[in-house]
């Protein structure tokens, strides 16, 4: 399936609901339903129904549900799907993973292109890392400097966040001279945060490097959501993984797989 990149690198699939379309939905491989924008429903006259409450990049919120009866994409072609209404969805909704939890996905970056199959041996050329899945989403073991981290794999998010707990590993504390102004964080519920931000000096993931990684410093929600928040973690971002030829997971072996 081709894809398209929005202005921050995000990945983002046509998809139509209901013969409606086509529509951007961001690909996320840290969420596993789908999410459409409030705007876009409204457009589509679609119905909200259900209320439940979900984990934001910064907050908690309650969110209402609609269903379609026709999701549809180059890849897949579901019936009788909820979706979440989330006020600020990247482009017109996010694609979760709950359509390809069953076998594997492979992001393209150069091309790009999503590509889906069975689970199958680590291919020729990709260097594997094995994790674990979290309420279906790839949390793999990295080291940051020395530092051992757990990594939620999120082409969603544009960049590296760390968690405090990572910032104190690290040795670096308020006022550090490294820290320098990271912009301000939006969240999909138009929560909004300032935070800071660091260079260092090396992300190991398995045998694949990166230099100079960029990482923002915030306490999100995510991390106590998936039981990793005692401990140093971090949101491993697209503008991190866009750094390679192609990235792909394979969740029943709940594994990373990497290609320059």
Same mark, same amino acid.
């Given at each position: ?9 995000? *990945? ?13 939905? $961001?690909?996320? $491989? ?10 876009? !429903?409204?457009? *589509? ?13 910064? @907050?908690?919120?309650?969110?209402? $549900? ?11 072609? *579901? ?19 709950? +359509?390809? !939890? ?8 150069? $091309? ?18 094995? @994790? ?11 080291? %940051?400097? #020395? ?13 590296? %966040? @760390? ?26 519920? #138009? ?10 000096? =090396? ?12 990482? =923002?410093? !915030?306490?999100?929600?995510?991390? =106590? !959501? ?5 401990? +140093? ?5 697209? @503008?991190?993984?866009?750094?390679? #030829? ?15």
């Amino acid at each position: 399936m081709p894809l398209r990149m929005d202005a921050s690198g995000r *990945l983002q699939a046509q998809v139509t609901l209901d013969g409606s379309g086509p529509l951007l939905f $961001t690909v996320d $491989t840290a969420a596993t339903g789908a999410v459409l924008s409030q705007a876009v !429903a409204s457009r *589509l006259g679609l119905r909200a129904g259900v209320e439940r409450q979900v984990v934001g990049g910064i @907050g908690h919120a309650d969110a209402q $549900t609609v269903t379609v009866s026709r999701f549809r994409s180059e890849l897949f072609d *579901l019936h009788d799907v909820p979706l979440l209404l989330l006020p600020q969805a990247q482009g017109d909704g996010i694609l979760g993973m709950a +359509p390809f !939890a069953h076998g594997r996905i492979e992001l393209d970056l150069r $091309t790009p292109t999503l590509v889906s199959g069975p689970s199958v041996p680590t291919p020729e050329g990709f260097a594997a890392v094995d @994790g674990q899945l979290r309420h279906g989403i790839l949390v793999v073991d990295i080291h %940051i400097d #020395g530092v051992p981290v757990k990594a939620v794999v999120d082409t969603g998010a544009p960049y590296n %966040i @760390g968690n405090p707990r990572l910032q104190a590993a690290l040795g670096i504390v308020p006022g550090d001279p490294r820290l320098t102004p990271g912009g301000t964080f939006n969240d999909t519920f #138009g929560h909004t945060r300032d935070v800071e931000q660091a260079t260092l000096n =090396r992300i190991a993931i398995g045998g694949v490097a990166f230099a100079r990684p960029t990482v =923002r410093f !915030a306490d999100m929600p995510v991390f =106590r !959501a998936l039981d990793i928040d005692d401990a +140093p973690a971090m949101i491993l971002g697209i @503008g991190q993984l866009a750094q390679m #030829g192609s990235i792909a997971i394979d969740f029943p072996r709940a594994q990373l797989q990497l290609r320059p």
